[in-house]
């Protein structure tokens, strides 16, 4: 099973997979955990790239490409032949990212994003995806306060992040046997209690 997190800026995807894994394990799943853009050593030289505050002269079609680059090579080296053995991969990001901020928050043409995401991915999209949805201005203030660390893509304006937002709602409401949205505003706690239950339920599903 093909796994995804996706979310706005401090939705709290970080904070909150490592614990999950750790369950998911203790429950006997099989699991490999990644993350996008990064994930085998060609593709973090491109996330580098991506992150670095001094590339604020990045177009929007570099950008792309550059995420593109960084999954094809993660897609080949890492998802597909984990996948293959049965492993359980999750992925923190992954492909609808590119529609959320280079889709919806630049604006550029979702229908051929589309197409070049099956060019870049082979045509893999995970079986569930879970959307951590959080207000953007108190995600943004969170990922501030919370761990200090400010990417080149974090500082895009308000409005920006905004339509990411709603871009990720779209998609979820478009697609609801694929995506499950929780709410990060709660509780760590709870939130972490949520997407337990939501695992277990799609991994034992899967398995009947
Ligand atoms: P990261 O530090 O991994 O942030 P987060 O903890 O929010 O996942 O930075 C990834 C950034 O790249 C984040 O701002 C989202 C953005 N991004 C895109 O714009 N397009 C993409 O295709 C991907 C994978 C990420």
């Known amino acids: 099973m093909f796994i995804t997190f996706e979310g706005p800026e401090g939705s709290g995807k970080t904070s909150q997979i490592p614990p999950l894994v750790d369950f998911l394990r203790a429950q006997g799943v099989d699991l490999f955990p990644t993350r996008e853009p990064g994930g085998t050593p060609i593709s973090d030289q491109v ?30 080296q890492v998802i597909r032949p984990k996948l293959a053995h049965g492993c359980t991969v999750l992925c923190d990001r992954y492909a609808d990212s590119t529609l959320a901020y ?68 779209e998609m979820a409401h478009q697609q609801p046997e694929r995506w499950q949205i929780v709410d990060a505003s709660q509780s760590q706690e709870a939130v972490q209690q949520t997407l337990r239950s939501i695992l277990l339920n799609r991994l034992a599903s899967r398995a009947r």
């Open 47 to 76: 996330r580098s790239i991506l992150m670095n505050m001094d590339n604020q002269a990045m177009h929007p079609r570099t950008e792309i490409l550059l995420f593109c680059a960084s999954r094809a090579q993660i897609v080949e």
């Open 102 to 169: 280079q889709g919806y928050g630049h604006g550029l043409d979702k229908v051929f994003l589309r197409e070049l995401l099956e060019f870049t991915t082979g045509g893999l999209w995970p079986d569930c995806t879970i959307l951590l949805d959080i207000d953007v201005q108190q995600g943004l203030q969170r990922k501030q306060q919370c761990r200090g660390e400010w990417n080149r893509l974090d500082a895009y304006e308000l409005a920006f992040h905004e339509r990411v937002r709603q871009g990720y709602l």
